[in-house]
């Protein structure tokens, strides 16, 4: 029996009005309205964000930790995502903003590119020697992972067995304050990553709490919010950064593909336009690849709906800062064998697949259902406008064959009977 996946996207009742916004833009159809509220399947959810963004009520939101969470530990580290610096105007380097995140009370600050430009180089060595199905696609998007998990279990060989940098910052993060600090126990140190999406957050609940190394997941916007009033840039920052061009292209779509020195890669982003991909790779209608880079939020990370700027603006800022940075200051040690990968990069990918249009777990059953579902969706206008509270007609055939809806809920078809009695009204002498 598979566990039970903690989300960190949830819907605030109070404030749905049961729109169809949501409904209509969910990628995987995990939100149904029913009683005048929106419904979200857990099973379905993949955690992208897509209804948080789209909602004009502001009722999906996010679920992360409080900044004041990490204040339990005695030494506190930030892990900023490259994505962070890209949040602030007229930034001309990064150094002050972890110099912000050591005036807002941290202790010290690893930064995620840092990690990012050793999984690259790790990357390149592990391509090198790889002999398993291409194209190889990145885990570094949980949206993508969780979503091929669901949806396409013929393509879970396909993605690298690579950890994400966020998890290898966190590990490297507190080895290096062991190190540096021998009198701090294990219990006394606490990572803090500044998320700049709820699909992160979910991927960190969700490990094994002897296999996490990152105590805290706060929101992007809670510390640009929190740092804006205590960066100074009038005063040289003390820290510098420890991580180059590769590391903060991490942000944005194309910047992990680029990076490996391939050119042989295709890099998307866009929920919607990553489905495409992952179906043209299921049905081999892609041109001879090596690896694909996808994205759910548009732009890459930078679109992350716990970001603060436009995902666009974003990446210009970024790529102003990346102008005067070198090309990359973490390197891969050398080794006797030049594609040696460290096991502590490595991450066994495993799945949980359950199909997203599965029925029952009886065959026979399911084919039987199957075929109601097309006989009622025949007898439906094929509008798929939602009103009825399901996001296509499919869904609604499927929802009543499953008896959480009624043939009833088709607004359209109850026009239709509405005017049908009114002509006989009419016709009656």
Known sequence: MAKEYRHSVY????????????????????????????????????????????????????????IESISRFAWKIALPAPSFY?????????????????????????????????????????????????????????????????????????????????????????????????????????VCFISPCPAKVSYIKNQPPEERNIDCVASMSDFYFGLIGIMNRAKAPSMATESGMIGLSWAETGGESSAIFNDNYLAADGIENCIRVLDAIETDDLPDLEFVELNACPGGCVGGVMTVANPYIA??????????????????????????????????NTYDYRPLGQLNDDLSVSLKMMAEIQQIKATLPDLDCGSCGAPTCRALAEDIVKGTASPDDCIIKIKERL?????????TP
């Open 11 to 66: 819907l605030d009742q109070d404030k749905c009005i049961g729109c169809t916004h949501c409904l209509t833009r969910c990628p995987t159809e995990a939100i149904r309205v029913r009683g005048g509220k929106a419904v979200i399947d857990a099973e379905r959810c993949i955690d992208c964000g897509q209804c948080i963004r789209v909602c004009p009520y502001k009722a999906k939101k996010a679920k992360y930790d409080s």
């Open 86 to 190: 890209g949040q602030f105007d007229h930034l001309d380097d990064v150094d002050y903003v972890l110099q912000g995140l050591l005036d807002f009370g941290f202790d010290e600050v690893f930064e995620v590119a840092r990690a990012a430009e050793l999984v690259t180089d790790y990357t390149r060595r592990f391509l090198k020697t790889y002999t398993g199905p291409k194209p190889v696609i990145s885990s570094a998007c949980p949206v993508i992972s969780r979503l091929i998990s669901l949806r396409f279990p013929f393509l879970t060989d396909h993605v690298i067995d690579m950890r994400q940098p966020m998890e290898m910052a966190a590990m490297l993060a507190k080895q290096q304050a062991r190190e540096n600090h021998p009198d701090l126990t294990p219990d006394q140190i606490g």
């Open 315 to 348: 990446q210009a800022r970024l790529q102003n800062l990346r102008r005067y940075m070198p090309v990359a200051q973490n390197r891969a040690p050398k080794t006797d064998d030049p594609n040696y990968v460290p096991a502590s990069f490595i991450c066994k």
């Open 419 to 427: 005017r049908t009695l009114e002509h006989r009204e009419e016709d």
